[in-house]
């Protein structure tokens, strides 16, 4: 049963239906399924199809962009579920979250936060194609601890160097914990660009939040 609508959910997407997105992810929270595995088990399993069909030049654009509206709808509809199910009301630090500079890819990102949000973390999500310098500003602004930067680009990962570097610069860089992710993002460019941590999932970004400012 389970199976079945995790599989109707992945469909939904391969569709670009983002009416039947919404109504499967409101289905997922009526029998009580947990919001991310709905996600992980049912949603992207679809956008990874799609992802992969674009890459091997069977699908286009216009299916990519309906994809990803639909996923999009799907997540903002689980959202309130999964701040609801955060059990923890400390607030662990300071998060500037932000896409980097030249890259609208928003969903990850955007459920990154949303756990760091349940989990108890004060979240600052800058969206999406933000320039360095705007992130910079934030994290002065607010005081921040840590910076989250998504990159799904092989071309806008530099940007998150370029983040590093500028806080480097201006003295920033011991008090402020950088975190990177996004689908290219790799150990090796974690060590080559000397980020404190990567995570590949939103699950894994909580935890390494948290031992970024010494919580676990
Ligand atoms: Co784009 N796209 N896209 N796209 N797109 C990819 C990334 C791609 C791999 C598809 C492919 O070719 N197979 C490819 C990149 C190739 C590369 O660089 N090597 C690609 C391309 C080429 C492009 C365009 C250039 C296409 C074009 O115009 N010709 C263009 C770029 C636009 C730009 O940014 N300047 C483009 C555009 C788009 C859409 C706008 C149509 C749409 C995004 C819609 C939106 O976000 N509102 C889109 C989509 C949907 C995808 C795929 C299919 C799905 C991305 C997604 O949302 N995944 C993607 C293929 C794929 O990844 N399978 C693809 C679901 C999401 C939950 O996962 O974002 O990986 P993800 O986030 C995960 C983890 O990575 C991690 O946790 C998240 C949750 O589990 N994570 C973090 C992410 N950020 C983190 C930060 C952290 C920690 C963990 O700490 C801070």
């Given at each position: 049963?389970?199976?079945?609508?995790?599989?109707?959910?992945?469909?939904?997407?391969?569709?670009?239906?983002?009416?039947?997105?919404?109504?499967?992810?409101?289905?997922?929270?009526?029998?009580?399924?947990?919001?991310?595995?709905?996600?992980?088990?049912?949603?992207v399993?679809?956008?990874?199809?799609?992802?992969?069909?674009?890459?091997?030049?069977?699908?286009?654009?216009?299916?990519?962009?309906?994809?990803?509206?639909?996923?999009?709808?799907?997540?903002?509809?689980?959202?309130?579920?999964?701040?609801?199910?955060?059990?923890?009301?400390?607030?662990?630090?300071?998060?500037?979250?932000?896409t980097?500079?030249?890259?609208?890819?928003?969903?990850?990102?955007?459920?990154?936060?949303?756990?760091?949000?349940?989990?108890?973390?004060?979240?600052?999500?800058?969206?999406?194609?933000?320039?360095?310098?705007?992130?910079?500003?934030?994290?002065?602004?607010?005081?921040?601890?840590?910076?989250?930067?998504?990159?799904?680009?092989t071309?806008?990962?530099?940007?998150?160097?370029?983040?590093?570097?500028?806080?480097?610069?201006?003295?920033?860089?011991?008090?402020?914990?950088?975190?990177?992710?996004?689908?290219?993002?790799?150990?090796d460019?974690?060590?080559?660009?000397?980020?404190?941590?990567?995570?590949?999932?939103?699950?894994?970004?909580?935890?390494?939040?948290?031992r970024?400012?010494?919580?676990?």
């Amino acid at each position: 049963m389970t199976d079945e609508l995790f599989q109707k959910m992945s469909q939904s997407i391969l569709d670009g239906d983002s009416d039947a997105a919404i109504a499967l992810a409101k289905q997922a929270i009526d029998s009580g399924i947990d919001p991310l595995e709905a996600i992980s088990k049912g949603f992207v399993v679809g956008v990874n199809q799609v992802g992969e069909s674009f890459a091997c030049g069977q699908a286009f654009l216009p299916e990519l962009v309906m994809a990803g509206e639909a996923m999009k709808a799907a997540v903002a509809t689980l959202e309130p579920e999964m701040q609801k199910r955060g059990t923890s009301r400390q607030v662990y630090g300071k998060v500037v979250l932000a896409t980097v500079e030249g890259d609208i890819h928003e969903i990850g990102k955007t459920l990154v936060g949303t756990m760091l949000s349940a989990s108890g973390f004060q979240v600052y999500d800058l969206g999406v194609d933000v320039p360095t310098a705007k992130i910079i500003e934030k994290v002065k602004e607010v005081d921040a601890d840590l910076v989250g930067l998504s990159a799904l680009l092989t071309t806008t990962m530099v940007k998150q160097k370029e983040v590093i570097d500028e806080l480097d610069k201006l003295g920033l860089r011991k008090k402020v914990k950088v975190m990177v992710g996004g689908a290219p993002v790799t150990k090796d460019w974690v060590q080559k660009i000397e980020a404190d941590g990567y995570s590949e999932d939103a699950i894994g970004a909580v935890g390494l939040a948290k031992r970024l400012v010494g919580v676990v």
